[in-house]
Structures are given as C-alpha cells and as structure tokens.
C-alpha cells in the first residue's frame, strides 16, 4: 500500500511515518527545508506554502491514501505570518482534497480543538466554533472547505499532543526540559485545561482509519484525562526527575497578553471511540514514552 504524507518531519508526522512504514507501507513524504529522518520514506522535494506545488508528486504517486499532517500549529507564528498561515494551514488542505475526490483517495486531515473558545467544556463535533485566534481560523475554514469538496474525507480534531519529536524541540515536555534543564522556572497556568493525547496513539487510530474506510466526516480524538497546566507540568516533572521549585503556580487571566488564550479546550471523543478498537491512553499511560535530550 502507498501512502502519501505531508508533514513528516513534526510531531505528529513523524509519528505517522514511523507507524504506517512498520506496518510495511510504501511511504512517500514532501520535504523542504526540514528533513524527517526515517531513512526509509520516499521523499520528494517541495515547497508546501505554493499552492499547487503537491501535484506533481502526487500524480506521480497515486497513492492508495493521503494523510495531512502539515500545518502551523503555534497561533503566535500565525499571526506573524498569516500568509504563510493561510497557504499552510488552508490552501494545502484544500489542494489535498480537490485531488482526492477526483481521484477517490482515501483523506484524513487533522485539525485542532483551536476552533474552539475555551468558554464551555468536554466539547462535542456538533458543538458551535468560535476560534479566539488566526490559527484557530484557518484550520476551522480548511475543515468547511474539506467538507465541501470531499465529504468522503475523514476530519480529526485533536487537543494538545504528547511524544517526542525528531529533534527534541517540539512538544510539551521537550519544550519544558529545554528550560528546567537551565535552572529556570516555568510558569503553569491552573485555570488552562487540555485533554492530552499521544501521537503514537493517533497514529495506532489513523492506521485503523485507513483499515475502515466507512469512517467519514468530523471527528474529535483527546486523551480521557483532563488537565490543567500545573498538574501536567507537575506529572512531567516527576518524571524527569525535575525538582519542584521550578515549577511556578499561576493563572493565564493574570497575564494581559493571554487574554485570548482559549482555557478550557477538554473535547468530547464518544462518537469516534464506538467506531473504532483503539483506545485513548490516561495521561500517566502517555508519560511512559516520553524521553528528552540531556547532556
């Protein structure tokens, strides 16, 4: 089986492209200025913010199946460079399902609980979405366009996401050592709450996807523990033996420049979860995996 993939040098990409070439898939992935660096994917050099820069490798291709996995995902980048944001985060999705429906190829595209306000709770797909932010915005506006073009895609919300990236930089942990690891001290907010999932995990879940082709539309994929910053920070912590007193206690309504910041992101899974065997792992389950860089 082909897959095409975007996005496999991040996190989440990574992932993906460790999963499906161990369940013996012919991978083939765009590159640019980030290499991923699974020596078995087939990479193909291309610009992803130019709008069709994606079709020649993917006519080439025909895969039996696309997963987008690329994407701006820190709101501040985007609204520093919202052009890029816009071309990332909805132009590709879009290039993406205009060539799967003409083509019937299996899409799943992953979005973000950034479409939300962070005012309510234990969000549901048919909940109303209000993003606070640019990022939020776009990747609300790629999942109308999906629906549209390619009803037949298959749409995952996620929350905050959990593992290690290639380079050691990317996720929350990685990005908690990087300071602990210089004797500073973190702040973590007690009124944010996520609902954390592993990236390992979601990339068990989209193997079954493909494996389940029936599974169309929107979906939400998040951890079963809800937590807040502090409480996560504190789990992580514990496990990389961090001492405690650089962990500082605060609120994110106390900082003026968060008072966009979205605080209650917990999402809602039950509809996806009874169409699938994969589970969800706690977040002490996700701890297990997790490793940093130390010198």
């Known amino acids: 089986m ?19 070439l161990d369940a013996g898939w012919t991978v083939h992935a765009s590159s640019h200025t980030k290499q991923p660096l699974d020596p078995r994917l087939q990479l193909y ?15 080439t291709v025909q895969a039996d ?29 879009t290039t993406l399902a205009e060539f799967a429906a003409e083509n ?16 309510a709770e234990n969000y549901a797909e048919n909940s109303p979405p209000n993003p606070t ?14 629906q549209e073009l390619y009803p037949e895609a298959c749409i995952v919300r996620l929350p905050l996401l959990m ?28 009124d944010e709450w996520r609902t954390p999932v592993s990236v390992c995990n979601v990339a ?26 502090w409480e996560m920070g504190n789990l ?17 309504r106390d900082f003026p420049q968060f008072k966009d910041r979205p605080l209650n992101l917990t999402m809602d899974s039950s509809k996806l979860k009874v169409l699938v065997q994969t589970e969800p792992a706690p977040f002490e389950n996700q701890l297990e995996d997790l490793r940093v860089l130390r010198s």
């Open 2 to 20: 082909n897959l095409f993939l975007t996005g496999a040098s991040g996190l989440l990409g990574h992932a993906l492209a460790s999963a499906f």
């Open 236 to 252: 992580i912590a514990d496990k990389l033996g961090v001492p405690k007193n650089l962990l500082q206690r605060t609120l994110a």
């Open 163 to 190: 593992g290690n990236s290639p380079a050691g930089t990317r996720s929350v942990h990685e990005a908690l050592w990087s300071q602990w690891s210089q004797g500073a001290t973190t702040p973590l907010f007690e």
């Open 204 to 229: 068990s879940l989209t193997k079954e996807l493909f494996a389940t082709p029936t599974i169309q539309g929107l979906f939400h994929w998040a951890g079963p523990t809800h937590l807040n910053r």
């Open 65 to 93: 199946a696309i997963i987008n996995a690329a994407a701006i995902t820190i709101p501040a980048e985007c609204a520093k460079a919202p052009n890029l944001s816009r071309a990332l985060n909805i132009n590709l999705p």
């Open 104 to 119: 019937k190829t299996r899409l799943i595209h992953f979005s973000t609980d950034m479409v939300f306000d962070g005012k």
């Open 133 to 146: 932010n640019l990022y939020g915005e776009h990747k609300l506006e790629s999942e109308n366009r999906i």
């Open 45 to 59: 050099p291309c610009d992803l913010s130019q709008t069709h820069a994606l079709r020649p490798p993917l006519e």
